[in-house]
Nanobody, 115 residues
Framework: QVRLVESGGDLVQPGGSLRLACAAS????????MNWYRQAPEKEREHVAS???????TYVDSVKGRFTISRDNVYNRVYLQMNNLKPEDTAVYYC?????????WGKGTRVIVPS
């Protein structure tokens, strides 16, 4: 079965950096667009970044220039490098993939950027 496991969440001071990782298994990883979503307290889950099989990327406007999504198709991992973190980045971050058998989500990893 498809399994996604996030790691790397932490408490980071404003302006700091953090790298999230998602380990994927149970799918032909290199064929799929991989996504990062986040959900802040009391807010809707939002899309943060995507990376296609080709390597093309997209980002929500609020993180452009600060976050970078990347993938490693040898080790089936997707990363989110987060720089210049702000309090509004505080959220649980989720790895996601739309697969032929449905949408799959990791359990999330928590990022806290205090004011």
């Amino acid at each position: 079965q498809v399994r996604l496991v996030e790691s790397g969440g932490d408490l980071v001071q404003p302006g700091g950096s953090l790298r999230l990782a998602c380990a994927a298994s149970g799918l032909n990883f290199r064929l799929y667009t991989m996504n990062w979503y986040r959900q802040a307290p009391e807010k809707e889950r939002e899309h943060v970044a995507s990376i296609m099989a080709s390597g093309s990327t997209t980002y929500v406007d609020s993180v452009k220039g600060r976050f970078t999504i990347s993938r490693d198709n040898v080790y089936n991992r997707v990363y989110l490098q987060m720089n210049n973190l702000k309090p509004e980045d505080t959220a649980v971050y989720y790895c996601q993939v739309s697969h032929a058998n449905g949408d799959f989500w990791g359990k999330g990893t928590r990022v806290i950027v205090p004011s």
